[in-house]
């Protein structure tokens, strides 16, 4: 009886392994990103920088200068918006 409670903590313990296993090869490791200023519209913004946007959701306009999102890094001067490309610095 002892044998047949080693042999199932056995294969327990190697399919917790198993599983541990592919969920790390699942998982790719995530892009690095950057803030990108002047892109998102009003109310959607990520924690933000100057007067007006303390923090998420606080920007008052459609790609206001201040406020930024995270985006994939080097993707950010290529987003084109009504006011022109987003910037990696605020703007006023």
Same mark, same amino acid.
């Given at each position: 009886?002892?044998?047949?409670? @080693? @042999? #199932? =903590? /056995? !294969? &327990?313990? #190697?399919? #917790? %392994?198993?599983?541990?296993?592919? /969920?790390? =090869?699942?998982? +790719?490791? +995530?892009? +690095?990103?950057?803030?990108? &200023?002047?892109?998102? #519209? /009003?109310?959607?913004?990520?924690? @933000? =920088?100057?007067?007006? %946007?303390?923090?998420?959701? %606080? ?15 080097? !993707?950010?001067?290529?987003?084109? %918006? ?11």
């Amino acid at each position: 009886m002892k044998s047949s409670y @080693a @042999a #199932l =903590a /056995a !294969t &327990f313990a #190697l399919s #917790l %392994t198993a599983l541990a296993t592919n /969920a790390n =090869a699942a998982d +790719p490791q +995530p892009k +690095p990103q950057e803030k990108c &200023f002047g892109v998102s #519209l /009003a109310g959607k913004n990520d924690c @933000a =920088a100057g007067a007006g %946007t303390s923090c998420a959701g %606080t920007s008052k306009t459609d790609y206001q200068g201040n406020a930024f999102v995270l985006v994939d890094k080097g !993707t950010c001067t290529q987003i084109k %918006t009504p006011k022109g490309h987003g910037s990696l610095k605020a703007t006023s």
